[in-house]
């Protein structure tokens, strides 16, 4: 496999330098970084911001919570 030279701001060079590993070279830690996956990398960009659903996933996120916290109440009053 070929090489390529390439030119890096100097904070892009220090944060790869943060992030690579004794044991590997620059272009194995850039490949390395680039591999993994943001939670940005699966949003589809062109879906629209959904309010409502997200509103709904909130809704039925706190009845959970409150579900649980319930739930833990009952356990520590049947202990006592």
Do not use: C, I, P, W
């Amino acid at each position: 496999m070929g090489t390529k030279s390439v030119r890096l701001d100097e904070d892009v060079y220090e944060r790869v330098k943060a992030h690579k590993r004794d044991d590997e070279t620059f272009s194995e830690a850039v490949a390395r970084l680039l591999q993994d996956v943001s939670l940005l990398d699966l949003v589809d960009e062109n879906a629209e911001y959904d309010a409502e659903r997200a509103d709904e996933q909130k809704t039925a996120l706190d009845r959970t919570t409150r579900a649980d916290a319930e739930a833990v109440e009952e356990l520590a009053e049947k202990r006592s």
